[in-house]
């Protein structure tokens, strides 16, 4: 469990308010977006627990930690950057689930002599990327602070993360990575990983039964527009 000594984070707290049980998901949300929204849509979008560092309660606080959600695409790189200043990686991301697809299958020949049935299998990893984190916490060097709220830890089991953005340009992107099936691991699998890209507005957190926004993480104040 990591420690937060000197994270500062701005907390709305809000007590019951409407919800819906659920936003949109990460799949249908791109293709609905990518390439035909304009810069300045916004949206909801539920966050994907089970797909990431997901939420860790310490302290009377549920946390999730953001120091390793970098996108580490090219469009994201910032070479020189100085530590105490800027990120090497500009974009954080937030995951926003995944799809698989079993597209056949096919005989080869990996090894001399033996033939085999490779499986052919498709994955899209849908994300969030944004690059205003610092809205949210003030930057420090190795600071591991993420998103918190103070609320009981025995709430995490129950307890929803949602996003709201709105777009900004370039507005979406995606990086395909492919492995050749081989004897031992008879499967070629495409990995394709859709981002939306904007301004992170706010997060909610959401309790799962009544579908209620029980806590918000806004900007820091002088952040705010």
């Known amino acids: 469990m990591i420690s937060l000594p000197r994270r500062l984070v701005s907390l709305l707290l809000v007590a019951a308010l409407p919800g819906i049980a659920h936003a949109e998901g990460g799949a249908s949300l791109y293709a609905r977006l990518a390439g035909q929204a304009k810069a300045g849509t916004c949206f909801e979008v539920d966050v994907d627990l089970g797909n990431g560092p997901g939420l860790n309660g310490d302290n009377g606080e549920l946390t999730y930690p953001m120091a390793f959600n970098n996108v580490a695409e090219g469009w994201s790189w910032q070479p020189g950057s100085q530590p105490e200043l800027e990120d090497y990686y500009r974009y954080k991301y937030l995951p926003l689930g995944s799809t698989e697809e079993a597209r056949g299958e096919y005989r080869a020949e990996d090894q001399i002599g033996e033939m085999q049935t490779m499986q052919v299998r498709w994955r899209y990893d849908y994300f969030l990327a944004f690059d205003n984190i610092y809205d949210f916490y003030r930057r420090e060097v190795n600071d591991a602070a993420g998103f918190a709220s103070h609320l009981p830890t025995s709430l995490a089991a129950g ?44 997060i909610d957190f959401v309790d799962r039964q009544s579908a209620t926004i029980i806590s918000s993480v806004t900007p820091l104040p002088q952040a705010a527009p």
Request: glycine content about 4%; charged content about 25%; aromatic content about 10%.
């Open 159 to 202: 307890t929803a993360m949602r996003a709201r953005a709105c777009l900004e340009e370039p507005l979406s992107s995606e990086s395909t990575t492919f492995w050749k099936a081989t004897h031992g691991q008879p499967v070629d699998f495409t990995l394709k990983k859709r981002y939306l890209i904007g301004k992170l507005q706010a």
